[in-house]
Structure formats: structure tokens, C-alpha cells
């Protein structure tokens, strides 16, 4: 009996010993990691703060194609498909039939307002002939008259409706999309296809409120697209936006008449060059501050000692400086060294923040 209570005292003792050494190893685990965040809590960089500067006479713009013409094909009748004429990728000119829908009961009441129509004009010839017979009165030839003309009125809708059974190609282009086949059901105001026009282009470009004055309608850019490298078209410019969008740029629409064979297309990327009379104001930042690619360009924005990386969209590259098209605003501090060392959102030390 002895024996088992110096055994029981024995592990217990080794128990408590245990726990104490684990619970001291933890402590220690975590006073390191404590200490290693706190010797790494500020990461020293530079900074300098976006400014304007004196830039050429030139500015360069990155947009994208858009058709100047592209139309949805609308049905104006209700009924089933009988007839496809024309497949999505084929040219069609304006007035050219893509489909036709069943005209059946729109013939048939046709035929029988037609038939009316004959009855009423032959009751006005034989009322015409009592009239001068003095053996009707006239005021019965007002009331044929009017049943004649609301005749006429109803088989004139009645061939505009069967018409309306053709659907037409609305403008000169390519059927882009189809969205009906033969026995398809069909409504009026349904969509049934889309056709587009690339003959004509525009590139859609934004300009930040400083070079939107520079830019007027009528204006003659250098338009040269990314697939096309050797290729440099004349654009004109046809409109200015009226309101700047959420990062203060304003849209500029540019019209380039597609090379022959239409090899552009609609959301190609192309770069526009506009040239000024005189020097411009631009907002600026060195070379040094992007990361990343310029088509895709990044910064660090330095706020509150708190790194923030942010997209942002240039516009000329000039030596050592770049122009910032949108994305910040002047007098931000931007990171230009030690960008290596960071992430979004980790505390830094700026050292000597230029101005």
C-alpha cells in the first residue's frame, strides 16, 4: 500500500513538472514571435510626391475599337419561324431577308377585306346610279364612303403586317448573332439578331481634364493599332465627353475608317497620338515608383505610415518620368525605393519624403 502512494506521488510529481516546461516553452515561443514582429513593424522607404510637370507637345492615349455601326434585329410580328435565309458571319445588305415567319392568317384576312372592299365599291356604283335617279338620298353615299375608306385603311395594315412577316437586315453589315431558327416562336419587340458594320471604327480613349482642353472636335490623330505595329491610320475626332467618370478622365471618341478587308475588330486595343501647338501641364512621377509592367501599372501609396498599393493608368513615357493619366491624386507620396520589401497594407517609414 505504501509503495503505490510513493508511485502515485512520484507521477504526479512528473505530470506537474510536464506541464510547467511546456507551458514555459510556449510562453518563450511566443515572446520570439512578439519580438520578431515588432523589430519588423516600420519598413523604411523613400517617397516623392506626384507633382505636375512641363511635358511635349504630344500625348498618347491607350483605347479600345468599338463598331461604329452595330443595330439589334427586332421582330415586329408574332408567329413560327418557316424560313432561315441568312447564318451568323454572313454580309447582307440593308432591306435583305434573314427569316420568314408564317403569314398565313394575316393572307387569309386579307383576302377577305379585299372581297369586302370589291362588295362596298360596286354598292357605291349601283347607290350612284339611284342618287341620279333621284331614288336614294345622298347622305347614304357619306356612310358607304367612310365603310370604303376604313376598308382600304385595313388592308393597308393588314400588307404592312405581312410585311412585318419578312425580317429584313436593317442596315448594311454582318449578322453578328441569331438568335432564332426554323420553328422558333416569335413575338413583337423579341430580339432575334444583332448586325454589325466595321467599315467604320471608333477608338475610345480617355484624357484627364488638364488634356481634355487641348483636344477638339475635328482633330486629326495618329491612330496605331497593337495588332497592326507598322500600321498608322488617320482618326477624327467626333466627340468629347460632357462629364468626367469617377477617376476625373474624360472620353474622347476617335473615328478611323477600317483598312481595306476589315482586319479590325471591335475591343482591339490601339494607341492614339495627339499633337498639340504648344507645350502642357501633366501630372507626373519618376520612372522608378511603378511596379510591375506600364500596361499594367502599380504604386504604393503612402498614408498614415500604411503602404497601399494601387492601379493606376499612364499616359506619355518621357526618359526618367512617366505621365499619370488616372488613379492618383497630386500631393500623394508615392514609394520610388524599397518597393521589394513590401505588401498592400504594411506599416512603412518614409526616409526624406520628396516634394
Not at 331614288?135 to 410585311?163: H, R, T, V
Not at 438568335?179 to 466595321?198: A, D, H, K, S, Y
Not at 475635328?218 to 500600321?231: C, E, F, K
Request: charged share 25%; proline share 3%.
Amino acid at each position: 500500500m505504501r509503495k503505490k502512494i510513493i508511485l502515485w506521488t512520484v507521477l504526479l510529481l512528473f505530470l506537474s513538472l510536464l506541464a510547467w516546461k511546456l507551458n514555459s516553452n510556449k510562453n518563450a515561443i511566443n515572446a520570439k514571435a512578439e519580438l520578431s514582429k515588432s523589430g519588423r513593424t516600420y519598413i523604411p522607404v523613400e517617397t516623392v510626391a506626384v507633382g505636375t510637370d512641363m511635358l511635349s507637345n504630344r500625348l498618347e492615349a491607350d483605347g479600345i475599337f468599338l463598331p461604329a455601326k452595330e443595330m439589334l434585329i427586332i421582330s415586329e410580328t408574332a408567329g413560327r419561324v418557316l424560313e432561315i435565309f441568312k447564318n451568323k458571319g454572313e454580309s447582307l445588305r440593308e432591306g435583305e431577308p434573314i427569316a420568314k415567319v408564317d403569314d398565313e392568317m394575316f393572307r387569309i384576312e386579307l383576302e377577305a377585306t379585299q372581297a369586302n372592299i370589291a362588295k362596298l365599291r360596286k354598292d357605291r356604283e349601283r347607290l350612284t346610279n339611284l342618287i341620279e335617279g333621284d331614288a336614294a338620298p345622298k347622305n347614304k353615299m357619306e356612310d358607304l364612303e367612310l365603310g370604303i375608306l376604313a376598308a382600304e385603311a385595313k388592308e393597308k395594315g393588314l400588307k404592312k403586317q405581312i410585311s412585318n412577316t419578312t425580317i429584313k437586315a436593317p442596315m448594311t453589315g454582318t449578322l453578328g448573332f441569331r438568335f432564332i431558327e426554323r420553328g422558333t416562336v416569335i413575338g413583337p419587340g423579341i430580339q432575334v439578331g444583332q448586325m454589325t458594320n466595321l467599315d467604320k471604327l471608333f477608338l475610345m480613349v480617355k484624357v484627364t481634364e488638364r488634356d481634355v482642353l487641348n483636344v477638339k472636335k475635328g482633330m486629326i490623330v495618329d491612330v496605331q493599332p497593337d495588332v497592326l505595329t507598322a500600321t498608322h491610320l488617320s482618326g477624327k475626332v467626333t466627340n468629347i465627353g460632357l462629364r468626367s467618370d469617377n477617376s476625373f478622365t474624360y472620353d474622347v471618341e476617335i473615328e478611323v475608317v477600317n483598312p481595306t478587308g476589315n482586319p479590325l475588330r471591335g475591343g482591339m486595343h490601339s494607341k492614339a497620338v495627339f499633337s498639340f501647338q504648344q507645350n502642357r501641364n501633366g501630372m507626373v512621377l519618376p520612372r522608378k515608383a511603378i511596379t510591375g509592367s506600364l500596361q499594367d501599372a502599380q504604386v504604393y501609396v503612402v498614408k498614415d505610415s500604411i503602404a497601399t498599393i494601387r492601379a493606376i493608368k499612364l499616359g506619355v513615357v518621357q526618359s526618367d518620368k512617366v505621365e499619370i493619366v488616372s488613379g492618383l491624386q497630386s500631393g500623394e507620396q508615392v514609394v520610388i525605393s524599397g518597393q521589394m520589401n513590401l505588401t498592400d497594407g504594411v506599416k512603412v517609414a518614409p526616409l526624406n519624403p520628396q516634394k
